[in-house]
């Protein structure tokens, strides 16, 4: 059979920033071996960027500068560009569109993305008799409108925009560049509505007259004058204003009328659902400014961005989980040398909004917050912006605000990092492991790699230990001038397997996937992903416990042979030795251990435990065996020890009994896998001594016969004191308690994700409400499983000595001949 | 070019790498859990890593000392412009690896 009969015919309506980016998408999932592709797209050119129509009336940009998809690129990925053709009828029971010539194109599944055309609002004299604008009369919307514009414009003396929002200011900052007396007339009492306060509005107003615009406000135009040309406006307050040619901006409306015509629902837009569905035709969908989500429509290219992969996921098959849950609208512009950034809401909605703000029109600065239960829920800045990189990622992840409001609006007396990037010298390092100065990152940004991830694979940025991993995303951020692109894959629970952490452990747990090749080969389509395995290997035995099935290539070395890889390849050997505690046997074995193999470094470690460095790996399993000690885990991702302070038995301040703790604790969480090490720590006092306050677990005895349970603590490559998370009574309510809040953030924190950084994300509050209060209702099983993951603990170093495979430990391999 | 037989293929476990020495230069030979072997300089061009003790995802080997990532068919870093030495290695009918030097 014919290999190209078995593709479906995919037609696209719309070649416009919606439509073609779909159809990125799509190809980009191997769409191009399932579909044959067809894009009605009503103007003759290929798809180019529509925010930069003011860069190009205004002459900074020249036509050909802002095509993404030029024509060649249909031809190459074999997409038929019916250019120049508007589609104009839809028949659903024969699954045909219609081009205005009257010819029919079949179709399996169909795209609507026809975007949306200017409002223009009800003007006496707008047209003529043929109802055709009236000369001098333009919209701003296309190419086409630009070319219009600029020829008209030569020669002219003023011009009037009306509209005062974000694409009437652009299209008055191109005008401007052809000499004429540019005039804003706005409807509302403020610019910008959608995006500023009337506090902002009047400030943008000041500045925009000191750059020679004249801003006309609450003028509601009721006629545009002239006989067979512009020669003003009318408004209906009777003044009038004269104008050789008028720009209508007043918004845009859907183009849904060939979504209408065929009886699919349209209110504002075309309702789809959150596969970007229309709710009528599961084989018609509809995406960008022509598409109406729960209740909302978009007109940036974030959402838009967002939508087409869920789109593209779910049309290809991909990831038929995939949903589209709602945008969340946040922007960074320049409006007339003028910076502005904005998200959300742009006014309280409810009397406990908390609003903080700040004001100085005299130097165009304005800054007002609004903040809901401690995270930021909108956001004006305008003239001063440096903080709307951190405010925006605030924003859109939700994350909890510090409590000094202060600094979310200036920085104020913190070090270096408040340097612009702007200001920042190209050879300031910024990733201090793999020595990546900010040239080298911008440089990377500016050879195509547009998101975090793929400048950090480039660059090995962040790589090493991680803690410059924010700065680097600033970085990128700002190169890109705020347009990163996002990889999807920084959601996924690890990079091979396009899933969430929770949509992961529902697959493994529904289809019984025990090892890590049987989750690639159901749920990675096969495909084997280095850098995912470790994470797989941590989750699949967190869930499984005793049932998982070990694959030692899924490893990292370290977890392969139960010690820690060193620079030359040799291995260091770190017993168990919980709360520090050893006696004279233990440490004559260890003495002679560390004659017997030679060892070059007998060091304390940073958890009060002993270090044999230098280790051949081939000595590994004779080193453990004349140890005989338990391994201490100093090599895994996964529980670490519990180190402690002398405690109440010899201490004169001790008020608990630190030691003993620290003991039981390492006997409930020997060996647990995790997401990233844990290393814990317990005190017999407030003052602390072992450090309990900075650990990813501590507890720190207080007057009274309690415990202060701490989480999220740090003191490596970042530095964080804990959250108190709760008071305990006894040891063993610190056992539970601190096991509780061990299995929730295993089954929900990313790979590679400490506590100090889970904590922050969720929030201290909420991790309360869930260990402390069990407000979830999972308390109970948390408590299992933590008890089966302690009753499937083996000690890896047990019989290693005599290893499944007798070539584990062999660092050469015997050859034949 | 000289042919070496390094001994059965079931000595590498799948999805692993083994050192062999072969004259007078070690080779990190790998088995993908697909059935396809490899042959590598033994060491990291970067810092001298025991690439065997690597992560090994399809063709894609991961350096166990700072990450660095390779192709093994090409020898090819996956960034910066640095390589490996690759070798020609099969496994014959008797599941024997042989290799070509």
Known sequence: ?817 | MNEFKLGPANNIPPGEGRVYRVEDEKIAVFRTRGGEVYAVQAECPHRGGPLADGLLGGATLICPLHAWKFDLKTGQALYGDCGLKTFSVSIDASDQIILFR
């Open chain 1, 1 to 817: 059979m014919d290999a190209l009969a078995d593709k479906k015919k995919l037609v696209v309506i719309g070649n416009g920033m919606a439509g073609a980016r779909v159809v990125e998408e799509i190809l980009a999932r191997g769409g191009a071996e399932q579909f044959d592709i067809t894009m009605f797209g009503e103007e003759p050119t290929g798809n180019y960027n529509r925010i930069l129509l003011s860069n190009v009336l205004n002459g900074s940009y020249k036509e050909d500068e802002i095509f993404l998809n030029p024509l060649e690129w249909y031809q190459e990925h074999n997409i038929r560009l019916l250019a120049g053709k508007k589609a104009s009828g839809l028949l659903r029971r024969a699954k045909l569109v219609y081009g205005e010539d009257g010819q029919p194109e079949p179709y399996d599944k169909l795209i609507i993305a026809t975007g949306s055309h200017a409002f223009i609002p009800p003007m006496e004299g707008t047209t003529m008799i043929d109802g055709t604008l009236k000369p001098g009369v333009f919209v701003f919307r296309s190419l086409d409108d630009c070319r219009q514009i600029a020829s008209w414009a030569k020669g002219k003396h003023s011009a009037a925009v009306i509209g005062g929002g974000l694409l009437g200011l652009e299209a008055a900052r191109g005008l401007q560049n052809f000499g004429l007396d540019v005039h804003i007339v706005h409807i509302g009492g403020h610019l910008m509505p959608q995006q500023l306060d009337p506090g902002a509005g009047a400030i943008l107003k000041s500045s925009m007259e000191a750059l020679g615009i004249k801003v006309h406000l609450q003028k509601n135009t009721s006629q545009i004058i002239g006989p067979d040309r512009v020669l003003g406006l009318r408004f209906a307050d009777g003044g009038t204003l004269e104008c050789d040619m008028v720009i209508i901006s007043a918004g845009i409306k859907a183009n849904w009328e060939i979504a209408a015509g065929c009886g699919l629902t349209v209110e504002r837009g075309i309702v789809v659902d959150d596969q970007m569905r229309t709710p009528d035709d599961p084989d018609i969908y509809a995406v960008g400014e022509c598409a109406q989500h729960r209740g909302h429509m978009y007109g940036l290219v974030a959402p838009l961005w967002e939508q087409a992969k869920v789109l593209a996921d779910h049309v290809t098959g991909k990831n038929t989980q995939a949903a589209y849950h709602g945008s969340k609208v946040a922007t960074k512009l320049k409006v007339m040398g003028v910076e502005v950034a904005s998200m959300g809401i742009v006014e309280p909605q409810t009397p406990e909004d908390e609003v903080v703000q700040f004001s100085e029109p005299k130097r165009g600065t304005y800054k007002k917050l609004i903040i809901r239960d401690g995270r930021l829920v909108g956001g004006i800045l305008l003239g001063d912006i440096s903080k709307a990189a951190y405010l925006m990622q605030a924003f859109d992840r939700n994350t909890p605000l510090p409590e000094e409001r202060l600094h979310l609006l200036f920085d104020i007396g913190d070090p270096p990092k408040q340097v612009t990037f702007a200001e920042m010298s190209a050879n300031v390092q910024v990733c201090n492991c793999n020595g990546v100065s900010k040239g080298a990152i911008v440089a990377c940004v500016n050879a195509g790699k547009r998101s975090p991830k793929a400048v950090m694979d480039a660059t090995r940025a962040g790589m090493g230990c991680g803690s410059c991993k924010a700065m680097v995303a600033d970085i990128v951020g700002w190169a890109c001038g705020g347009e990163t692109e996002e990889d999807p894959s920084v959601h996924y629970y690890v990079p091979g397997v396009p899933l969430t952490k929770p949509e992961l452990i529902r697959a493994i747990l529904e289809r019984s996937l025990k090892s890590v090749s049987a989750v690639f080969d159901l749920l990675a389509g096969g495909k084997e992903d280095a850098a995912s395995k470790p994470g797989l290997a941590s989750l699949l035995k967190t869930l499984w416990k005793g049932e998982y099935e070990d694959e030692k290539d899924a490893r990292f070395i370290n977890e392969r042979v139960h010690a820690n890889i060193q620079k030359d390849g040799t291995f260091s050997v770190v017993p168990q030795m919980p709360g520090g505690v050893t006696n004279p046997a233990q440490l004559r074995r260890i003495a002679f251990v560390a004659e017997k193999y030679h060892v070059p470094l007998v060091k304390l470690t940073g958890g009060q435990r002993i270090d044999l460095l230098g280790i051949r790996k081939d000595d590994l399993p004779k080193v453990w065996h004349d140890l005989d000690m338990p391994s201490g885990y100093a090599y895994g991702k996964s529980y670490r020890t519990c180190k402690s302070c002398v405690g109440s038995d010899f201490c004169r301040f001790g008020l608990g009994d630190s030691i003993t703790l620290a003991l039981k604790i390492e006997q409930e969480f020997q060996g647990f896998d995790s997401p990233h090490k844990l290393k814990l720590a317990t005190a017999g006092c407030p003052r602390n001594c072992s450090e309990a306050m900075v650990k990813d677990v501590g507890a720190v005895a207080v007057e009274g016969g309690k415990w202060e349970i701490y989480i999220g603590g740090a003191a490596g490559s970042s530095i964080r004191k804990g959250d108190i998370l709760c008071y305990a009574d006894s040891h063993e309510e610190v056992l539970k308690l601190m096991g509780r809040f061990i299995q929730y953030y295993r089954e929900n924190a990313k790979y590679l994700e400490r506590t100090h950084g889970f904590v922050v994300r969720l929030g201290i509050e909420r991790i309360r409400a869930i260990v402390v209060e069990d407000s979830d209702g999972i308390a109970e099983r948390l408590d299992r499983e933590i008890a089966e993951s302690k009753a499937a603990y083996k000690d890896p170093w047990k019989d290693a000595w005599l290893p499944e495979n007798d070539k584990q430990f062999a660092s050469l391999l015997p050859i034949l001949q």
